[in-house]
């Protein structure tokens, strides 16, 4: 089995974390559960800020952070307008019904990426990877065909990988 923490980045202004995102961040990083093999950001500076305070938590300055670009969508601004259209708080579902191209498209795209991010840890291996909504969730559903909640800022799930078959549970 394999196991990827993926979460949403904290509270932000533009590309940085707020000073708030990084109180946040630092709470969180109470909470990991290490080691990890590998710590992963979508590319975006507000998520790498995030990862080096939650890698410096668990204590393993030595990993590197890497940037799995393929896990940031290319199509923000059309993304941004289906969740506006879906309404406040709307899951992929929701969004989906008023985009089911994007959905349909980014959902294989995002989970191709968040695949190679699984294939790469070793059998038991955790990866911490620090994303946004709803592309995060938009990978899980094209990995497990399923909608999961949105996520709030800083929160995450656990996605785990048993043999190619995989499922979610929430972080605790």
């Known amino acids: 089995m394999r196991y990827v923490e993926l979460r949403r980045h904290t509270d ?4 940085r974390l707020t000073p708030r995102g990084v109180a946040d ?3 969180i990083g109470g909470r990991l559960r290490p080691p990890y093999a590998a710590f992963v950001s979508s590319g975006a500076v507000r998520c790498t800020e995030m990862l080096k305070i939650l890698r410096a ?7 590197p952070i890497t940037e ?3 896990l940031r969508s290319v199509v923000e601004d059309r993304w941004r307008e289906a969740a506006k259209a879906a309404g406040k708080g709307a899951d992929v579902d929701a969004i989906r019904d008023v985009d089911p191209d994007l959905v349909e498209r980014e959902s294989l795209l995002l989970a191709m990426a968040l695949r190679q991010v699984v294939d790469a840890l070793p059998d038991g291996g955790r990866a911490l990877v620090v994303g946004h909504t709803p ?3 938009a990978a899980v559903l094209g990995l497990t065909g399923r909608a999961t909640p949105p996520l709030g800022k800083g929160e995450g799930m656990l996605l785990i990988e048993d043999s190619e078959t ?3 549970e929430p972080l605790t």
Do not use: K, L, S
């Not at 938590?57 to 990993?63: E, F, I």
């Open 68 to 70: 799995a670009i393929g």
């Open 135 to 137: 592309t995060n969730e």
């Open 166 to 168: 995989y499922r979610v």
């Open 57 to 63: 938590a668990a204590g393993q300055d030595n990993v």
């Open 12 to 15: 932000n202004d533009g590309d």
């Open 25 to 27: 961040a630092e709470a």
